[in-house]
């Protein structure tokens, strides 16, 4: 019987390995977009073109995303649905919040903290394109 317990405990320690390389891989991959757009444009463009570039970059890499994804907030037993709007959601795994803006704001870490929180998510990243070097514009958080 313990046999079986082990090898249900190898099996589960397993996927949980796989599913961390997969959002591993799926964060160098988000980086390596965010370079080649910024690379391909530079700074200076509205959100939305870069929201447009990356997710036309996710799809030729075949890697699935959902744009402006509606998240719904519980809050003393009541749901509201249209609590969070993530930019994008990345393989149901990884939140970015894409930014043009020419400061930087912290109150963004806090949101992003935010969304992985009540999204129940663990890994994010702020990618802004608004900056000289785009290494200096992207954050990547763990929750």
Not at 45 to 70: A, D, H, M, N
Request: positive net charge; glycine residues 6%; charged residues 25%.
């Amino acid at each position: 019987m313990s046999l079986s317990l082990s090898g249900k405990c190898g099996k589960k320690q397993k996927m949980q390995k796989e599913n961390i390389e997969h959002r591993e891989w799926l964060g160098k991959q988000i980086v390596d977009i965010a370079f080649h757009i910024h690379k391909a444009l530079g700074p200076g463009l509205l959100e939305s073109v870069y929201e447009t570039c990356f997710c036309y970059e996710l799809t030729k890499r075949g890697i699935p995303f959902i744009t402006q994804k509606k998240v719904p907030i519980f809050y003393d037993q009541i749901e509201f649905a249209d609590g969070l709007r993530l930019d994008l959601l990345i393989d149901d795994l990884i939140i970015i919040e894409l930014k043009a803006q020419e400061n930087y704001h912290p109150v963004w870490e806090a949101q992003l903290l935010s969304y992985l929180k009540l999204s129940g998510k663990h890994l994010g990243y702020i990618i802004n394109f608004t900056v000289p070097l785009i290494k200096d514009g992207i954050k990547r958080m763990v929750l």
